[in-house]
């Protein structure tokens, strides 16, 4: 009985809070007349914001798995010096405000030597297009390499064991045995390293400038728009933004329900 009543109190303070996020969620797509919404959309700075952030958000994508793969690799199979501190900061831009993320690196780009070397060999990151993906880079490397280190860790060691005593150079087993069975988790990481370049603003905005038609992607375009009054535009902004996180989550639930199952009292 005692069960039951646990039971059913940790069930209503679910779905008491997951309807109160609905709601605040719902709120976006009721309050906008329809028609309002389809003049946004079509509207040559939301098309402009939409294709950039399409375009920033898969390249930057792309560089997080490339570099989070190792990463991840290295702090699940190997003991080294250092370990526990490249695993904390690593996890540093989770902890903080994008805006202390993004002044970091405004700073790193620009006010430094290393900055300085980099505009000598002509590449301007500050207040650029480079710099969008810069900043969304790092705002989504932290939680790829999370999700790519415990994908990892849940592959025993055994399999890799297997593959070298039976005449396979660690990289060949890294490559067609480890890889393939991390398949499921570097694809979820992927999502959510794409939804979380999609929803960088903090970073972008001191790195990059949020200056109309140029470095706008739709989290400043949401956050122009309001500072003009525009409400219509800032709420479809937001709505495609929902839109984009929904179904990143959604097809990353559908991957932790696969491979690993419910689990039901």
Known sequence: MERLRFRTLTIFVAFLFTFFLFMAIATLFFVPRPHEILEALKSEEMVYSLKL???????????????????GYALSRFDFRGKSAVKS?????????ELVLGLALLLLFGRTAFGDALSALGINVVFTKLGI?????FTALPYAVRVIYTTFEGISPRYELVARSLGYSEFETFRKVTLPMAKDGLFASTI????????????VLILAGGSYMNTEILPVTLYLNISYGNI???ITSGIVLVVVSFLAILIFERLEGGEHGPVRG
């Open 53 to 71: 952030s399409l375009i920033t958000a898969s390249i930057s994508t792309l560089l997080v798995i490339l570099i989070g793969i190792p990463i």
């Open 89 to 97: 900061i690593l996890d540093l831009p989770m902890a903080f405000p």
């Open 133 to 137: 993906v810069v900043a969304q880079f």
């Open 192 to 203: 959510i390293s794409f939804a979380r370049s999609m929803g960088a603003f903090g970073a």
């Open 232 to 234: 219509g535009m800032a």
